[in-house]
């Protein structure tokens, strides 16, 4: 066996699948919300790429989502993609962290880190295998060591925030001063619905005002909008990235408000940059 093929050799070992795997007493359901929606409950705060401290670190909810940490200044450090959304079963992502722990923007030369959740006696088995570092250039023992080291360390802190209650997570000084911080203002929309709404031909004109919706979501302005379901009175609500005033005449402009079909109210309200839906 020649010098290059024993470094050959070494360096298939060095870059070895990385697998860890836990059992939690929670559900695969609450298991995988806890993984993802509730990644900030025990993601350690350190393990970061960003250059400034770090506010909360988000995966978002479906394939093609962004994994990035939401730094304190209102700035975002992408270090990975959602390539699998299939809960509360599995979870494939993208980790684009390099050897020398900066971003790297190409998936293709990213490894991969699947998570799977198995339902079993009292609870969930989680298995996490990080595995393709072969595709980071210059990968080499020392990162996967250290990647090894890291996953372990925050696999225990996974296993201990999803085995809790919901609602009891550990909430520092620090941490509620820190969040605080961060608030931003946005524009509560609450939709109510009027008699004219039940009338004949109104459908369409709803349709157009879902529409329209969707091309405010599209445009960034209305980042959160839920319609309501029950027989209440209400219609929905939305979340606004604008100013009362703004919102006001976007409001205004509504097919369905124009139509007479609801009426709104507005009114400010801070809340969390990056919050999203699970």
């Known amino acids: 066996m020649t010098d290059q093929d024993i470094a050959a050799d070494q360096r298939s070992a060095d870059l070895a699948p990385i697998h860890h795997e836990i059992h939690t007493p929670a559900s695969p359901e609450r298991?995988?919300?806890?993984?993802?929606?509730?990644?900030?409950?025990?993601?350690?705060?350190?393990?970061?790429?960003a250059p400034g401290p770090v506010a909360r670190p988000v995966i978002e909810p479906a394939v093609g989502g962004h994994c990035y940490d939401q730094c304190l200044d209102g700035t975002r450090c992408t270090w990975g993609q959602v390539l699998e959304w299939d809960p509360p079963r599995r979870l494939v992502l993208a980790w684009q962290v390099t050897?020398?722990?900066?971003?790297?923007?190409?998936?293709?030369?990213?490894s991969r880190v699947t998570v799977t959740?198995?339902?079993?006696?009292?609870?969930?088995?989680?298995?996490?295998?990080?595995?393709?570092?072969?595709?980071?250039?210059?990968?080499?023992?020392?990162?996967?060591?250290?990647?090894?080291?890291?996953?372990?360390?925050?696999?225990?802190?996974?296993?201990?925030?999803?085995?809790?209650?919901?609602?009891?997570?550990?909430?520092t000084d620090q941490y509620m001063h820190d969040r605080l911080a961060v608030t931003r203002s946005y524009t509560l929309v609450l939709l109510h619905k009027t008699a004219e709404r039940a009338e004949?031909?109104?459908?369409?004109?709803?349709?157009?005002?879902?529409?329209?919706?969707?091309?405010?979501?599209?445009?960034?302005?209305?980042?959160?909008?839920?319609?309501?379901?029950?027989?209440?009175?209400?219609?929905?609500?939305?979340?606004?990235?604008?100013?009362?005033?703004?919102?006001?005449?976007?409001?205004d402009d509504d097919p369905g408000v124009k139509a007479g079909l609801f009426s709104f109210e507005v009114h400010p309200v801070r809340g969390f940059p990056g919050s999203s839906l699970p």
């Open 31 to 49: 298991a995988f919300s806890v993984f993802t929606a509730g990644f900030a409950s025990w993601w350690p705060p350190e393990h970061t790429i």
């Open 99 to 110: 050897p020398t722990w900066g971003y790297e923007p190409d998936v293709a030369q990213a």
């Open 117 to 171: 959740f198995t339902p079993e006696r009292g609870g969930t088995r989680v298995i996490l295998e990080h595995t393709e570092l072969q595709r980071h250039r210059g990968a080499d023992a020392a990162y996967g060591n250290g990647l090894d080291a890291g996953w372990g360390g925050s696999m225990a802190l996974f296993r201990a925030a999803s085995g809790r209650p919901a609602g009891t997570t550990a909430i």
């Open 200 to 251: 004949d031909g109104a459908l369409p004109v709803i349709f157009e005002h879902g529409r329209r919706n969707f091309a405010l979501r599209a445009e960034g302005l209305l980042p959160v909008v839920c319609p309501v379901t029950d027989d209440s009175g209400w219609a929905g609500i939305g979340i606004f990235a604008a100013s009362v005033e703004e919102v006001t005449r976007i409001m």
